[in-house]
């Protein structure tokens, strides 16, 4: 085998690769848009954003966490005090709010642990089925059927005629 080599026809590479350096008149056009789009863009908006995260790392408390004080209910407002119905009806807006909250944790549990179990699902997250169909049960009761303009008057009214045919069922 040695001696069929043939150099002629298989010359030795070169040793180091030339490297291309292109010098042209014009500059990079992609080299200019992009210090371009830096300059213009990107730092202001970095900079405008550091101030702001700077401000907030001193007043957290401030943007976070808001705490509403309890008002009285639409039961407890005088007659013709504005205010407070008002005040009770955005107090009934976010209570609203927070039991819908409670409703999704709720639910994302028991589907959670549906996922988990599998089949043996019924058995092994009775506790969570339980916990879910009762908290269900009390969201439907309290809020289902007002409509899409929903408001403390109209909850109140239904928790009424609700009280009032339980008594008229029991007499």
Not at 40 to 50: G, I, M, Q, S, W
Not at 72 to 84: I, K, N, S, W
Not at 92 to 121: F, P
């Amino acid at each position: 085998m040695p001696d069929d080599h043939n150099k002629a026809a298989y010359p030795e590479p070169p040793r180091q690769t030339p490297a291309v350096d292109k010098q042209t008149l014009l500059p990079n056009p992609a080299l200019i848009l992009s210090k371009l789009f830096y300059y213009a863009v990107d730092l202001p908006v970095t900079t405008f954003r550091d101030k702001i995260d700077s401000i907030r790392s001193k007043n957290k408390l401030v943007y976070y966490h808001q705490k509403f004080r309890r008002v009285p209910y639409l039961t407890e407002c005088q007659e013709g005090d504005y205010t407070c119905y008002y005040e009770a009806d955005m107090q009934w807006r976010r209570d609203y709010k927070v039991d819908q909250e409670i409703l999704k944790i709720i639910q994302e549990r028991m589907r959670a642990c549906q996922q988990r179990e599998g089949h043996s699902y019924q058995q092994n997250c009775a506790k969570e089925i339980q916990q879910f169909n009762e908290v269900a049960k009390n969201f439907q009761l309290r809020y289902g059927d007002l409509g899409a303009y929903a408001d403390a008057r109209k909850c109140l009214m239904k928790q009424k005629e609700r009280m009032m045919a339980a008594k008229a069922q029991s007499a």
